[in-house]
């Protein structure tokens, strides 16, 4: 019996046509899509690499510049960043910089077709940044996650080189850190003159610290450092801790106290999710907090507004859930206006003066804007200035030198006019 003869017997069968045979041929058809889509899920299961990377990851920026320059650049849909950068001489240029925008992208890795789909949730927004809600995720044949892994290792290295030999500043923006402006150029050490020693000895603690880990944990000591440079305003402090960010390549955690809404909580977390390699700094500490033996007497300027606690600040700084490997830097301007449980041994373990303009600065400041000038000059210079009987700061003095850049004559014969 032919083929033909078989279907021909079955159409004419009364059984078949009375529904049977539809029924057994509508169940095959399903158990073959049933099979088929079991397929493709274990397929998809065990030869499909997905890597999601949402917005709030800190390597979500980093994956949107690199897979430009792979070669997503080459799709039609884009999304422009516009970035401000400025000079040395003070002139502000603009940048734009173009990412692949919402929707499908393709690029091509070591061989490999790489699907990028780039999308946002119009309706969840990031609370914290108050902008919608985004996510990449990457699609890729094959099993080997170590790609993934790669391509996420030459993205922080690309981001990296783009700020190589700058500084990076970070402030607090809800419960994270977030890049503050473009990345600045660094200030070398030596262009903040302090007196003789000061910063060669911070630098040496610190070099000593960072290079020694294991010497606080074989002693059982609590791997972190913290400095206090107290001293009038004007003096360097925070221009030197600048200066030293970029002398170790570490990037600079501002945090204000005094900001309204910081709370306890908040603060001990921003405390231990700070970037790698970071000097967190506490500026005019002094600002929020007076001393407990004060503070029946003297009122907190943010009395009332601020819900930081000198308690929590305190366990932050040692306390149970205070981070480990971590440098810490507070200025103030009123040294006795602290509490001293704030700047006890193992909370500020440093303790420097950084105060008005000794003869040794002065010179070392003089020479260093006019190069040129003798040691006669210079001399000249400095005893003029003690001729003034008044305390000057870095800060005056670089301005009465702003007015004479390059006269030094000029710099010396009017510094009655310096305030």
């Known amino acids: 019996m032919t083929i033909a003869d078989y279907i021909s017997s079955l159409t004419s069968n009364p059984y078949f046509g009375a529904g049977f045979g539809l029924f057994g041929v509508g169940a095959g058809a399903a158990l073959l899509r049933k099979g088929w889509q079991g397929t493709l899920i274990l397929f998809r299961r065990h030869y499909i690499m997905t890597l999601e990377v949402p917005c709030r990851d800190k390597s979500y920026q980093w994956m949107l510049q690199w897979i430009t320059t792979r070669g997503a650049v080459q799709t039609q849909h884009l999304s422009v960043a516009t970035e401000f950068s400025q000079s040395e001489s003070g002139k502000v240029s603009t940048s734009y910089h173009f990412i692949p925008s919402v929707g499908v992208h393709l690029f091509k890795y070591k061989n490999n077709w790489i699907r990028v789909e780039r999308t946002r949730e119009q309706h969840t927004l990031d609370l914290h940044m ?18 993934f892994t790669d391509m996420l290792e030459e993205a922080r290295l690309v981001a ?8 990076i500043l970070y402030t607090a923006l809800g419960s994270e850190w977030r890049q503050f402006g473009a990345p600045r150029k660094r200030r070398p050490l030596e262009s903040v003159v302090l007196d003789v020693g000061v910063a060669e000895g911070i630098v040496q603690d610190l070099v000593d610290f960072i290079g020694n880990p294991q010497w606080y944990s074989q002693r059982g000591v609590p791997y972190r450092r913290g400095y206090l440079l107290h001293g009038p305003p004007g003096c360097g402090k925070s221009s030197f801790i600048t200066a030293l960010a970029g002398k170790l390549e570490c990037v600079v955690c ?19 999710t700070a970037p790698v390699q970071s000097i967190i700094l506490l500026e005019d500490i002094d600002a929020a907090f007076v001393s407990r033996d004060e503070s029946k007497s003297v009122k907190s300027a943010y009395d009332g507004a601020n819900r930081v606690t000198l308690s929590g600040l ?6 149970v859930t205070s981070t480990e490997a971590r440098i810490l830097f ?12 704030l700047i006890r041994p193992g909370r500020v373990d440093v303790q420097e003066y950084i105060g008005y303009c000794s003869e040794f600065q002065l010179a070392n400041m003089f020479r260093k804007f006019y190069p040129e000038a003798s040691e006669s000059l210079v001399e000249r210079f400095v005893q ?6 008044k305390n000057l700061s870095p800060a005056s003095v670089q301005g009465h030198f702003m007015f004479y850049k390059s006269d030094p004559e000029d710099a010396i014969v009017n510094l009655h006019k310096l305030r």
């Open 130 to 147: 108050g902008v919608p809600w985004e996510t990449v995720t990457l699609t890729a044949l094959g099993k080997n996650k170590k790609m």
């Open 160 to 167: 990296l080189k783009q700020t190589e030999g700058r500084t």
């Open 254 to 272: 501002v945090l204000n106290l005094s900001e309204k809404g910081l709370t306890d909580d908040r603060l001990n977390h921003l405390m231990n």
């Open 314 to 319: 305190l366990n932050c700084l040692d306390g």
């Open 330 to 341: 507070m200025t103030t301007n009123y040294l006795d206006r602290l509490d001293p449980a």
């Open 384 to 389: 003029s200035s003690k001729s003034l009987n």
